[in-house]
Nanobody, 121 residues
Framework: QVQLQESGPGLVKPSQTLSLTCTVS??????????WSWIRQPPGKGLEWIGY???????YYSPSLKSRTSISRDTSKNQFTLQLSSVTPEDTAVYYC?????????????WGQGTQVTVSS
């Protein structure tokens, strides 16, 4: 059973960098054809995919957030990390990490419980 757990500050000041870590257990983040994603849900809005880091270490970001986003990993700890720079109150959301199964069709199979991040001074 794969489990994902988000961790990080719940409150970030405007213009600062939001940093969240997802710790994975029950499976390796380097196992072929899995893509380790970050997704967020602002209050009253739908889910927004932020980006992923692949089993190979390659990354892909949503075009709307690409200029402010970086996703990295620590394979020794089986963790991957989101950094979102220059945050504004519009970045307030519940942030989720999740695993995507790649191949002929892509789908999410495991999610973390989510963590609330509020951007406020």
């Amino acid at each position: 059973q794969v489990q994902l757990q988000e961790s990080g500050p719940g409150l970030v000041k405007p213009s600062q960098t939001l940093s969240l870590t997802c710790t994975v257990s029950g499976g390796s983040i380097t196992t072929n054809y899995y893509y380790w994603s970050w997704i967020r849900q602002p209050p009253g809005k739908g889910l927004e995919w932020i980006g992923y880091i692949a089993y190979s270490g390659s990354t892909y970001y949503s075009p709307s957030l690409k200029s402010r986003t970086s996703i990295s990993r620590d394979t020794s700890k089986n963790q991957f990390t989101l950094q979102l720079s220059s945050v504004t109150p519009e970045d307030t959301a519940v942030y989720y990490c999740a695993r995507v199964v790649g191949g002929s069709s892509w789908y999410f199979d495991y999610w973390g419980q989510g963590t609330q991040v509020t951007v406020s001074s």
